[in-house]
């Protein structure tokens, strides 16, 4: 792990560029492009009655609006299952799975008050996160790295906020107020 500077924070470039490494995003990247992919293939008649769910083990979800939907998709399902691999490759999607009972979409959920994730970032932070999530050419992946980038800024800023502080020596947080993480006292050899 990087040691952090004296008194910024660490730089979140490098933080994005580790958080990346250790993430397999392939299976969730692919299952976004091929929900993505249906709604170019069904078109904007299709699509206001069949949504797209998700994607289990080369399975498409699909959820209709009616049964009678359901049925006629499922009697065009393999032209619509070679237009989608012809977008998304012949590996991703096998099959489509239609079912009646489109759900709606459910409303974002408001953080609750007190947490992380109400936290406000500040118009710096922001242009930091972008910053540093710039240099990702796939769209998708670069709107989950600021997201990514956006939860740790948001948590920092909440740890601070409430008194923690981070080990001088690795950058770990931290509740207690000493200067030193438990980890970094017992390898130093002074105390436990």
Request: aromatic fraction near 4%.
């Amino acid at each position: 792990m990087k040691r952090r500077d004296g008194g910024g924070s660490a730089n979140l470039q490098h933080l994005l560029e580790q958080t990346l490494i250790g993430l397999d995003m392939g299976p969730q990247l692919r299952e976004r492009a091929a929900l993505r992919a249906w709604e170019q293939v069904a078109g904007r008649v299709v699509g206001a009655h069949a949504r797209a769910e998700a994607l289990r083990d080369g399975a498409l979800i699909v959820a209709t609006d009616s049964p009678a939907w359901a049925q006629e998709l499922h009697m065009r399902q393999t032209e619509l299952l070679d237009r989608l691999r012809t977008l998304v490759g012949p590996d991703v999607v096998r099959e489509i799975h239609f079912r009646s009972g489109l759900r709606k979409r459910a409303e974002p959920a408001t953080p609750p008050p007190g947490t992380p994730a109400a936290e406000k970032l500040t118009a710096r932070q922001l242009q930091e996160v972008q910053r540093a999530a710039a240099g990702i050419g796939d769209p998708e992946l670069r709107r989950r790295a600021e997201r990514a980038y956006s939860s740790l800024t948001r948590i920092a800023t909440w740890r601070r906020r409430k008194g923690w502080r981070q080990c001088a020596r690795c950058g770990h947080w931290q509740r207690t107020g000493k200067r030193w993480c438990a980890s970094c006292t017992y390898r130093r050899g002074e105390g436990t």
